[in-house]
């Protein structure tokens, strides 16, 4: 029998929060004739490969009658490409994308299909368990619930993912593709609509400390998205450029300069300048988020060093993306 769903889970070196996840898909409250799941494991290095495909093999030995396919790409392309290659390996007609660290709910893939009735596309609902003062990151990551279309609760069917070419696969990261993708299917007058029963709960994972400097780099994928569909990037993402960044970083970079110069009025005001967008920027993230010194510390070191690292990528990717972007 050809499923009514494919779901599509790409993983990259995470066995335990695959088998968490696989283990909630395989207990959906539709029949598992129903519905078929693809796994693309994207590049995991040894031994992790192998205990990703062990994780698939005890699932299908536990549900036999739930098809369960393993794709192991050999190197690591990134999650646009590997979604690619899942839901060009489907049979059914509806691709149901969600990640490896997400729990999707019993219902979700009932939901999911009967909101898509006379739709092209929907998205789930997203839901991120927070503590009482979550950190800055934890507060971040909780903006997944915000968004307008996101891949680790998406459906899709197979015609219009044909028509668009999928997913573009210069997005190296898990950043932006979802909503490339969502813009090239509104292009093609897509029915996009919303699907708030089919619910995955995404947990916020642990992070080092100063994890947003290195976060800095997705703005480089900005610049693609913003080439390729500018009104939309400027209606949905990011109305304005991030003056605050440029002021800040035009303010540090002047004030060493004019003290190179051994100017020290200017070096001064520079200073100043410097000082008061950078505070600001520290009090804006520290509210309504923990306050243990560790964070606080975190705040300010990573107030004062994301505007120039955020510059940095932005300019990058204005030049390797051949755009115009602030």
């Known amino acids: 029998m050809t499923p009514r769903a494919s779901v599509v889970v790409p993983t990259h070196g995470r066995p ?11 207990r959906q409250d539709v029949p598992h004739a129903d519905y078929e799941v693809i796994v693309v494991d ?27 396919h393993y794709l192991w790409s050999a190197r690591n392309r990134g999650p ?58 934890e507060r971040d990551t909780a903006g997944l619930e915000r968004a307008s279309f996101v891949t680790a609760n998406a459906f899709v069917r197979k015609s219009v993912l044909e028509s668009v070419g999928g997913f573009d696969e210069r997005y190296l990261i898990a950043w932006r593709e979802d909503a490339d993708l969502e813009f090239a299917l509104r292009e093609r007058g897509a029915r996009i609509g919303r699907a708030p029963g089919a619910v995955v709960v995404h947990p916020v ?21 913003y080439k390729k569909h500018p009104r939309d990037y400027r209606a949905s993402i990011r109305p304005v450029p991030p003056w605050d960044y440029y002021a800040a970083t035009g303010a540090l970079v002047g ?17 100043l300048l410097w000082s008061a967008i950078t505070a600001n920027f520290c009090r804006r993230r520290l509210a309504g988020t923990r306050k243990s010194a560790s964070h ?23 030049w390797r993306w051949r755009v115009l972007f602030l």
Do not use: H
């Open 16 to 26: 335990a929060l695959l088998r968490e996840c696989l283990r909630r898909l395989a």
């Open 42 to 68: 994207d590049g995991s290095p040894p031994p992790v490969d192998a205990e990703n495909a062990a994780v698939v093999q005890r699932l299908s030995r536990s549900y036999p009658k739930l098809a369960i």
């Open 80 to 137: 646009a490409a590997a979604r690619n290659s899942g839901w060009r390996k489907a049979r059914a007609a509806v691709i149901a994308f969600t990640d490896d660290d997400t729990r999707p709910a019993r219902a979700w893939l009932r939901n999911g299909l009967a909101a898509l009735e006379g739709r092209e596309a929907v998205a789930g609902r997203i839901v991120v368990p927070l503590p009482d003062e979550p950190t800055d990151y």
């Open 205 to 225: 994972r642990p992070a080092r400390w100063g994890v947003s400097i290195a976060q800095q780099k997705k703005v480089l994928f900005d610049a693609l998205l």
């Open 255 to 271: 004030f060493v300069v004019a003290l190179a110069q051994r100017n020290v009025p200017a070096a001064i005001v520079g200073a």
């Open 296 to 318: 606080v510390l975190e705040m300010i070191a990573t107030s004062a060093l994301i505007p120039p690292v955020s510059v940095f990528w932005r300019l990058a990717g204005a």
